[in-house]
Nanobody, 118 residues
Framework: VQLQASGGGLVQAGGSLRVSCAAS????????MGWFRQAPGKEREFVGQ????????IQADSVKGRFTISRDNDKKMVYLQMNSLKPEDTAVYYC????????????WGPGTQVTVSS
């Protein structure tokens, strides 16, 4: 299983960015896909997830209403659309995969840096 996040970059506050996660070696239909982020000096934060059986959840209160998660199972892609970005959204963003009925995320990919300038 390999996961690769991409699409990060530098964006001004108020702007938008979409980061993508390409999965290989798995049938995405059997996995819940999560997005996490980690800012310098802070613990990793769970942003939200796209459930294996449909639907998605944004967990972090700080991004509710601004971030959405979507997926394309046929393309084995998961997306995190980020709107109205704030400097405090600056972090490395990671995608992870959790097999259905599993307790935790067993597969992680290298992150992609998102920097929001004020």
């Amino acid at each position: 299983v390999q996961l690769q996040a991409s699409g990060g970059g530098l964006v001004q506050a108020g702007g938008s960015l979409r980061v993508s996660c390409a999965a290989s070696g798995i049938n995405l239909r059997g996995y819940t896909m999560g997005w996490f982020r980690q800012a310098p000096g802070k613990e990793r934060e769970f942003v939200g997830q796209s459930n294996w059986n449909g639907g998605s959840t944004i967990q972090a209160d700080s991004v509710k209403g601004r971030f959405t998660i979507s997926r394309d199972n046929d393309k084995k892609m998961v997306y995190l659309q980020m709107n109205s970005l704030k400097p405090e959204d600056t972090a490395v963003y990671y995608c992870a995969a959790r097999r259905q009925f599993s307790a935790g995320y067993g597969y992680w990919g290298p992150g992609t840096q998102v920097t929001v300038s004020s």
